[in-house]
């Protein structure tokens, strides 16, 4: 059974940072890109980051690039997503997505597994 597990999520004040982790079993990892996606209360989910099966490629939405980094280790079956400098329009719940293909997309429809969510707040 595919399993996206995130973690690391919480609550942190305004300028600090957060790493978030997304544990993956019961599937090929390395033949997955993988992608970090937010929804925050009454507003559509939205991209955040996405990673390309090898690591070679990453991407990043403009509200977020410079601030998170998405990284990868095929090794652990692991990615993360490095955020520094949050600011409470960061607050949402954050998932973990998965996509058979060597290229990552920044497109919510396109994944193919979901992980359940982590939570972070970012209090001003």
């Known amino acids: 059974q595919v399993q996206l597990v995130e973690s690391g999520g919480g609550l942190v004040q305004a300028g600090g940072s957060l790493r978030l982790s997304c544990a993956a079993s019961?599937?090929?990892?390395?033949?997955?890109?993988m992608g970090w996606f937010r929804q925050a209360p009454g507003k559509e989910r939205e991209f955040v980051a996405a990673i390309s099966r090898s690591g070679d490629n990453t991407y990043y939405a403009d509200s977020v690039k410079g601030r998170f980094t998405i990284s990868r280790d095929n090794a652990k079956r692991m990615v993360y997503l490095q955020m520094n400098s949050l600011n409470p329009e960061d607050t949402a719940s954050y998932y973990c997505a998965a996509l058979l293909s060597a290229s990552a997309s920044t497109i919510s429809t396109t994944y193919d597994r979901w992980g359940r969510g982590t939570q972070v707040t970012v209090s001003s």
């Open positions: 019961g599937l090929t990892f390395s033949s997955y890109a």
